[in-house]
């Protein structure tokens, strides 16, 4: 697919064929995913790829017995790294191989910035990790349709939960977000019905100034079709 097409057709699908996902597609989306950009390219992600049964079934007994997470024959936790410096000292020698840096002074200086992020306080790293991750979990799923295959990102799951049943380290991973993968059923009703509404580009972007509107109006075609009471 052309990319404006990957991105402006990609639907969360929760209805999925009974079909395997083979393990070179897999690996061939994870390849477009390592390319995802992440501050200091510190890459502070990783995936645990679920495509056993019983570990499926698992992970649903953890995010409130989601279906789909079953049904599809691959699900995907999604972790961030708390701890900026888990891989700095690789990321900064390829810097300084490649003359990104200017010398080993100036590497140390940068290492040091990263250390310092390491001892800021859970919350904030949290918070890092989980900007980065979800730019990665986004090329997942841009990566996975291209490919043809289908995902829907999940927030409903108990995070502790998770991290206890995957026997996780809550210390150093956050639970970001899960991603289902799959090919769609041929009549999922995601793939399948009208694409829902997105806001426009003068509501959503602003110039200069941030000036957002209270609330949004549906186009009147769309507005006119929705149901009322009177409509029963």
């Known amino acids: 697919m052309e990319y404006d097409e990957v991105v402006t057709s990609r639907r969360s699908v929760h209805q999925y064929a009974d079909e395997d996902l083979p393990t070179e597609i897999i690996e061939s989306i994870f390849e477009r995913v390592r390319h995802a950009p992440s501050s200091y390219n510190l890459q502070p992600w990783e995936f645990l790829v679920l495509t056993d049964d019983e570990k499926r079934q698992q992970l649903r007994e953890v995010a409130y017995d989601q279906e789909h997470v079953t049904e599809a024959p691959v699900a995907v936790v999604v972790l961030g790294n708390k701890d900026p410096s888990a891989h700095a000292d690789a990321v900064l020698d390829d810097w300084l191989a490649k003359g990104y840096l200017p010398n080993e002074d100036a590497r140390d200086t940068v290492l040091g910035n990263i250390e310092g992020m390491a001892d800021l306080p859970e919350a904030e ?17 841009n990566a996975a349709w291209e490919e043809g295959v289908a995902s829907c990102p999940m927030g409903g799951f108990d995070p502790e939960g998770v991290l ?14 899960l991603v289902t993968l799959g090919y769609p059923d041929d009549e999922a009703a995601d793939v399948e019905n009208e694409r829902k509404y ?7 972007v602003h110039y200069d100034e941030f000036d957002p509107v209270e609330s949004t109006e549906l186009p009147a075609e769309i507005a006119d079709a929705v149901p009322t009471p009177s409509d029963d």
Do not use: K
């Open 125 to 141: 790293r949290r918070v890092w990790a989980v900007r980065s991750t979800t730019i990665a979990a986004t090329e997942l799923m």
């Open 198 to 204: 997105r806001r426009p580009v003068d509501e959503i």
């Open 164 to 177: 206890d049943t995957f026997d996780i380290d809550g210390d150093q991973y956050e639970p970001v977000m």
